[in-house]
């Protein structure tokens, strides 16, 4: 097992409707120095690409981010879901449907800060339907930017977003593939991750 699945096993867990709370060290409480190990690993893995951006949504996904863009040395943009006052000028704009919420929202991105010039690393959090990435995409798209690869934390790996996103030929790296998780025994089982971790042993 790797670092983040043993904390997963150590300190996620598995609730009913099919959700994995890891708000103690990843999406509410933040555990720093593993964000630091993941930033690291997700620069082993993107090390030939040519990122100059980090994108992502808010919220959970912006501190992960901001410590792998740290790694790269280049700046985050984070999508937001709400049209606020500081928001003005031109935006990109798309539809996002939420699965923990259950709802629709959009994400917006200002257009002076994603523009054809740039090379994009997507990085969330989680992956489940793949929702929340399709937007990030179609954001990308619009802006005329490429992407270069996306980081994900936690992939639910028996749904579909990770299969869809790979079909449509993205360099997608999950560092923990979550394959089954039961709500009554707490059981989590993990894919063999096939580009791999480095063992914490
Ligand atoms: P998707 O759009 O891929 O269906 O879902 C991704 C988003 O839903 C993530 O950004 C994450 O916030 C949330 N999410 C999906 N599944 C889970 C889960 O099992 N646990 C938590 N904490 N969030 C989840």
Excluded: W
Excluded at 17 to 35: A, R
Excluded at 75 to 92: I, W, Y
């Amino acid at each position: 097992m790797n670092f983040l699945e043993e904390r997963i096993i150590r300190d996620g867990n598995v609730k009913e409707g099919n959700i994995l709370k890891v708000d103690s060290f990843l999406n509410h409480q933040m555990d720093i120095q593993l964000f630091e190990q993941m930033g690291e690993e997700f620069k082993k893995r993107f090390a030939d690409a040519n990122v100059n951006k980090i994108l992502t949504i808010e919220s959970s996904g912006i501190g992960i981010a901001c410590i792998v863009a740290r790694h790269f040395g280049v700046p985050v943009v984070f999508a937001k879901k709400t049209q606020s006052l500081n928001l003005d000028g031109e935006m990109h704009i798309a539809e996002v449907e939420s699965f923990t919420h259950k709802c629709k929202n959009q994400v917006i991105v200002s257009k002076k800060f994603l523009t054809e010039e740039d090379h994009v690393l997507i990085i969330d959090d989680f992956l489940a339907n793949g929702c929340a990435l399709q937007g990030l995409i179609q954001i990308v798209e619009s802006a005329g930017a490429s992407i270069e690869g996306i980081g994900i934390a936690i992939e639910k790996g028996y749904q579909l977003g990770g299969r869809m996103i790979r079909n449509l030929g993205y360099h997608l790296e999950s560092l923990a593939i979550v394959d089954a998780m039961d709500a009554v025994t707490g059981e989590i089982t993990f894919r063999d991750n096939a580009t791999a971790l480095e063992e914490t042993e």
